[in-house]
């Protein structure tokens, strides 16, 4: 088993940045990535990080957010810069123990954190 503690999030002000971290204890994981979800729309991707070498973004989000992991605390990150209101959502962290090919999927992880909440006012 795998336990995911997000932490990070609040309210900000459009154009400010805001980082979420999210600790993994348990087995060691292969890929990590940040989900969110905006009220009444479905969870999409966001950023997917494989060990801490390889990162994929979604186009929404792609040169204002960056992934990171640090693999000595088990740990990723997703630094936002630049934030809108359409960042506004529950972001969630999710963890698979492999190195998973399909990385905007959610059925890739098994694993998930409870969320936190990040919300952009104009």
């Known amino acids: 088993q795998v336990q995911l503690v997000q932490a990070g999030g609040g309210l900000v002000q459009a154009g400010a940045s805001l980082k979420l971290s999210c600790a993994a204890s348990?087995?060691?994981?292969?890929?990590m990535a940040w989900f969110r979800q905006a009220p009444g729309k479905e969870r999409e991707f966001v950023a997917a990080?494989?060990?801490?070498?390889?990162?994929y973004y979604a186009d929404s989000v792609k040169g204002r957010f960056t992934i990171s992991r640090d693999n000595a605390k088990s740990t990723v990150y997703l630094q936002m810069n630049n934030l809108k209101s359409e960042d506004t959502a529950l972001y969630y962290c999710?963890?698979?123990?492999?190195?998973?090919?399909?990385?905007?999927?959610?059925?890739?992880?098994?694993?998930w954190g409870r969320g936190t909440q990040v919300t952009v006012s104009l």
């Open positions: 348990g087995r060691t994981v292969g890929t």
């Open positions: 990080i494989k060990w801490s070498t390889y990162s």
């Open positions: 999710a963890a698979s123990q492999s190195i998973v090919s399909s990385y905007a999927q959610l059925s890739s992880y098994d694993y």
